[in-house]
């Protein structure tokens, strides 16, 4: 199954802000939360079209990458779904065309699809790397998401 059509915000606390330049301490880990929206998922299962998503973990993040783990949950719109619980590891990273890019990846634990494989691709597109030069940080992000679950 394939939700190519959502949107995503994330909120970090702290700041995500530029690493200091070398020798470096550890990243800070940061808290990330998100909330957003699936639309249009394509499967031949015609009872999980759409729904919201939601995660919450943390790690050593900053504004030019890092990794991260939690947890997380798809909440189906269709009546007689069961939401679908899952664990991810993620890494945030700079494409090549100053695109960042957050992946996670995992499994579904519980609900539907269960030990399916999970892919959750974001593209930060709203990330104002100006705001990782400012004592708060970059706080919020947001962008186009796509979900894909596969079966074991």
Do not use: Q
């Amino acid at each position: 199954m394939t939700c190519p059509l959502g949107t995503e915000s994330i909120t970090y606390t702290p700041g995500l802000k530029l690493p200091a330049l070398p020798p470096a301490p550890p990243n800070p880990s940061v808290s990330l939360s998100s909330t957003g929206t699936l639309a249009a998922c394509v499967s031949l299962d015609l009872h999980h079209t759409s729904g919201t998503i939601t995660f919450s973990g943390g790690g050593p993040l900053t504004c030019l990458g890092g990794n991260s783990s939690g947890s997380g949950r798809v909440t189906w719109a269709n009546p007689g779904t069961t939401p679908s619980d899952f664990a991810f590891t993620g890494g945030v990273s700079v494409r090549p065309d100053g695109v960042t890019v957050l992946v996670l990846t995992g499994s579904v634990t519980a609900g539907d699809f269960t030990g399916a494989a999970v892919v959750n691709t974001i593209v930060l597109a709203s990330t104002d790397l100006t705001a990782c030069l400012t004592p708060a940080g970059l706080t919020t992000s947001s962008g186009p998401i796509t979900l894909t679950l596969a079966s074991p």
